[in-house]
């Protein structure tokens, strides 16, 4: 695996951690969702589609899961929940999750992730509002504007929108 340590931001294994003060803030680390926004695409890209017929089910799964992992953002977990129903009319039934993205979450099984899923703590937006400041991604847009771009934000197009969007060097 690889370890970058920027100036600000700390980048281990799909993780960013903000640096703030010399310090990296561990509390604040998240997964990279601007990859994870990259990644969706191909999933549901015209070549996924034609080939394979499950590619909704695959596509689901790696939304759910990176809607969980998510969760310290909870505008962009909302954001990724909201493309997994698009796709496929399903509450958030995590026996749908394929292994693969389970194992991602750290957790082995279903029963695993429902006990993980219940330490989620209430969604806290001024918490991610500093994670956003603190990584950068607010440098060039408010607070507010973030959420409603993520908020109206297109599966379809998102790779535009993450591409304003950057990470402290």
Known sequence: MKMFVR??????AGWKAPIVNGRVVTDHAVPDFIRNVHAAAITTSAQARESSNAWKKVAWSK?????????????VSRMFRRWAVE???????????EKEDIRRLGVDDHDELVALVEQFETPDYEREEQILTELGIL?????QEFCIDAENQLREAA????????YYE
């Open 7 to 12: 100036t600000r931001v700390l980048e281990f």
């Open 63 to 75: 939304y759910m899961s990176y809607s969980l992992a998510l969760h310290k953002l909870p505008t």
């Open 87 to 97: 796709l496929q009319n399903n509450r958030a039934d995590y026996a749908l999750l």
């Open 139 to 143: 440098r060039s847009r408010t607070y």
């Open 159 to 166: 790779n535009d929108w993450v591409d304003t969007l950057s």
